[in-house]
């Protein structure tokens, strides 16, 4: 592999490090996925940069923190002048390509929690109304939303769209997903909105969980397939004198959960375990305020929201969530065989990833938010290059999501722009160095109260081989946990007398790691 390399990077959306069998689980088969990684590098501490979609899918294509990118929560879009690695790819003569999810922009018409600020005085003009000029609304800001009102949404996406030139996206979630998928469903389905959601579902007795349904739209005009059905278009499209860049993004494994025809009944709740943690005899006050809630019936469990899920509830959630997990795997081998198919498979480096992970009923609760639990923070990432001679290795080096623009740019022989973190992870693959990090950084902020936290949180969580440490602002609380001999999070050392000097070590590192993250773009352009 001489010349420069393909890339595919295989995403799925909310899918746990643990949800994978080349990662150890020793249920659900992924044998597509695990293919991929006997034929490479997978990581055992891969964190990603904020634990939500949008802060870390633009962390992943910026290489940059949420507070350097500045998508700091769901609902803030990443400014169109953002430059990302797929721009420097383009510029550097690939073809470059985007078939699924992306959700670096709103999809919903869902209003902010967060109004703007108030003060004394006449408000400011609309123009100046931000720390700075221009706005984050208007037509290039609706690239991923429905057509409706006069807003032509995904019908007039313009390209490049943060660097990709070929773009068909999917939005929103489960049988409900929108963008371009939409288009391509009707035509195979006059009546698809009569196929969607738990009203139109095929009747599934059994089970009772939340959010749980067996969608009518059947397997082959499911999104996963839509995904792999397109992504084997752009393949044969591809000028084979020029390298390419395609990102195969699938909305599932994300709730709700409604895998299509057999993938629904492919395993057995009765089968599935619970997490270790999920009885945990020593709650936290924010899990514990989870379940109270959920018990005492304040808790809408068909929302985003955490909720508190039974034992039987639980187990449902897990299976059917394996079950969408099998049918990416399916999807992904589709696409890899189109690969070898059209002789591709030795010019083209393979990366599978997703955003963050899911509580999946650690402590008891489901679905997410700025807890940074292993489960939440920790997400696969498998690195294959048919060039670099690295099969079935493993590697427990500090990484995540922030590496991967920086990984690819390196393996493509294009230099960074100024202002990209994170690090090329390249050497630490290779064996060339031992670790390229003591810690790391997680930063959250969130738009609505949660837990038993008064407002909106600030979370800021630091992590090293053996530790996490977590704060939030505003609060007292704080998380400490040795992961090395507690790798449930079950026992929080933060108050433990026994614990206080290695809590103020990894306080002071976290500030280092702050500073360390701080802006470095533009360069100047003068000495004064």
Same mark, same amino acid.
């Given at each position: 592999?001489?010349?420069?390399?393909?890339?595919?990077?295989?995403?799925?959306?909310?899918?746990?490090?643990?949800?994978?069998?080349?990662?150890?689980?020793?249920?659900?088969?992924?044998?597509?996925?695990?293919?991929?990684?006997?034929?490479?590098?997978?990581?055992?501490?891969?964190n990603?940069?904020?634990?939500v979609?949008?802060?870390?899918?633009?962390?992943?294509?910026?290489?940059?923190?949420?507070?350097?990118?500045?998508?700091?929560?769901n609902?803030?879009?990443?400014?169109?002048?953002?430059?990302?690695?797929?721009?420097?790819?383009?510029?550097?003569?690939?073809?470059?390509?985007?078939?699924?999810?992306?959700?670096?922009?709103?999809?919903?018409?869902?209003?902010?929690?967060?109004?703007?600020?108030?003060?004394?005085?006449?408000?400011? /003009?609309?123009?100046?109304?931000?720390?700075?000029?221009?706005?984050?609304?208007?037509?290039?800001?609706?690239?991923?939303k429905? /057509?409706?009102?006069?807003?032509?949404?995904?019908?007039?996406?313009?390209?490049?769209?943060?660097?990709?030139?070929?773009?068909?996206?999917?939005?929103?979630?489960?049988?409900?997903?929108?963008?371009?998928?939409?288009?391509w469903?009707?035509e195979?389905h006059?009546?698809?909105?009569?196929?969607?959601?738990?009203?139109?579902?095929?009747?599934e007795?059994?089970?009772?969980?939340?959010?749980?349904?067996?969608?009518?739209?059947?397997?082959?005009?499911?999104?996963?397939?839509?995904?792999?059905?397109?992504?084997?278009?752009?393949?044969?499209a591809?000028?084979?004198?020029?390298?390419?860049?395609?990102?195969?993004?699938?909305?599932?494994?994300?709730?709700?959960?409604? %895998?299509?025809?057999?993938?629904?009944?492919?395993?057995?709740?009765?089968?599935?375990?619970? /997490?270790?943690?999920?009885?945990?005899?020593?709650?936290?006050?924010t899990?514990?305020?989870?379940?109270?809630?959920?018990?005492?019936?304040?808790?809408?469990?068909?929302?985003?929201?955490?909720?508190?899920?039974?034992?039987?509830?639980?187990?449902?959630?897990?299976?059917?969530?394996?079950g969408?997990?099998?049918?990416?795997?399916?999807?992904?081998?589709?696409?890899?065989?189109?690969?070898?198919?059209?002789?591709?498979?030795?010019?083209?480096?393979?990366?599978?990833?997703?955003d963050?992970?899911?509580?999946?009923?650690?402590?008891?609760?489901?679905?997410?938010?700025?807890?940074?639990?292993?489960?939440?923070?920790?997400?696969?990432?498998?690195?294959?290059?048919?060039?670099?001679?690295?099969?079935?290795?493993?590697?427990?080096?500090?990484?995540?999501?922030?590496?991967?623009?920086?990984?690819?740019?390196?393996?493509a022989?294009?230099? %960074?722009?100024?202002?990209?973190?994170?690090?090329?992870?390249?050497?630490?693959m290779?064996?060339?160095?031992?670790?390229?990090?003591?810690?790391?950084?997680?930063?959250?902020?969130?738009?609505?109260?949660?837990?038993?936290?008064?407002?909106?949180?600030?979370?800021?969580?630091?992590?090293?081989?053996?530790?996490?440490?977590?704060?939030?602002m505003?609060?007292?609380?704080?998380?400490?946990?040795?992961?090395?001999?507690?790798?449930?999070?079950m026992?929080?050392?933060?108050?433990?007398?026994?614990?206080?000097?290695?809590?103020?070590?990894?306080?002071?590192?976290?500030?280092?790691a702050?500073?360390?993250?701080?802006?470095?773009?533009?360069?100047?352009?003068?000495?004064?």
């Amino acid at each position: 592999m001489a010349k420069q390399p393909n890339f595919i990077l295989f995403m799925t959306d909310q899918q746990r490090w643990d949800h994978l069998g080349c990662n150890g689980n020793e249920i659900l088969k992924t044998p597509n996925i695990d293919a991929i990684a006997a034929r490479g590098v997978g990581f055992d501490r891969f964190n990603v940069a904020s634990a939500v979609c949008m802060p870390n899918r633009s962390t992943l294509v910026t290489g940059r923190m949420p507070s350097l990118h500045g998508v700091r929560y769901n609902g803030v879009p990443l400014r169109r002048d953002a430059v990302t690695f797929v721009d420097l790819l383009r510029a550097g003569g690939y073809s470059t390509g985007l078939v699924g999810k992306s959700h670096l922009q709103n999809f919903t018409n869902m209003p902010a929690a967060v109004s703007a600020v108030s003060g004394d005085g006449d408000a400011p /003009p609309a123009d100046l109304s931000e720390a700075r000029r221009g706005t984050i609304s208007g037509s290039e800001y609706e690239d991923e939303k429905m /057509p409706a009102d006069g807003r032509r949404g995904y019908l007039d996406l313009a390209t490049p769209f943060y660097g990709f030139d070929h773009v068909e996206l999917c939005t929103l979630h489960g049988d409900r997903v929108r963008g371009h998928y939409d288009l391509w469903l009707k035509e195979r389905h006059s009546d698809a909105d009569g196929l969607r959601g738990p009203d139109n579902a095929i009747p599934e007795p059994d089970y009772s969980a939340p959010q749980s349904w067996h969608t009518a739209i059947p397997e082959e005009h499911y999104t996963s397939s839509y995904v792999a059905d397109r992504s084997e278009a752009f393949l044969e499209a591809q000028d084979p004198h020029k390298p390419f860049f395609l990102q195969c993004s699938f909305p599932d494994p994300h709730h709700p959960y409604n %895998p299509p025809g057999k993938y629904f009944r492919m395993y057995d709740p009765d089968a599935m375990e619970l /997490p270790a943690s999920y009885h945990n005899s020593s709650p936290q006050p924010t899990t514990a305020y989870i379940q109270a809630r959920t018990a005492a019936g304040d808790v809408d469990r068909n929302t985003i929201q955490p909720f508190a899920a039974s034992e039987r509830e639980t187990k449902e959630i897990i299976a059917l969530t394996y079950g969408m997990i099998a049918m990416i795997d399916d999807c992904v081998g589709r696409v890899m065989a189109k690969l070898e198919a059209l002789g591709l498979e030795q010019d083209t480096v393979i990366l599978f990833t997703s955003d963050h992970g899911d509580f999946m009923g650690d402590h008891g609760i489901m679905l997410k938010g700025p807890l940074h639990y292993q489960g939440l923070v920790k997400v696969p990432f498998i690195w294959s290059d048919p060039g670099d001679g690295l099969n079935g290795v493993r590697q427990d080096g500090l990484a995540g999501t922030i590496d991967i623009a920086r990984t690819v740019l390196a393996r493509a022989g294009l230099a %960074p722009f100024n202002g990209m973190q994170g690090h090329d992870l390249g050497p630490l693959m290779r064996g060339e160095v031992d670790g390229l990090r003591d810690g790391m950084m997680v930063e959250q902020d969130a738009q609505r109260p949660n837990f038993h936290f008064d407002g909106p949180i600030k979370a800021r969580t630091y992590l090293t081989q053996r530790w996490r440490l977590s704060r939030y602002m505003g609060s007292e609380f704080g998380e400490l946990y040795d992961l090395q001999n507690d790798p449930n999070e079950m026992q929080n050392l933060w108050d433990e007398p026994g614990h206080a000097e290695i809590k103020g070590k990894l306080l002071g590192d976290m500030v280092l790691a702050m500073i360390e993250n701080q802006e470095s773009s533009p360069h100047p352009t003068d000495f004064a």
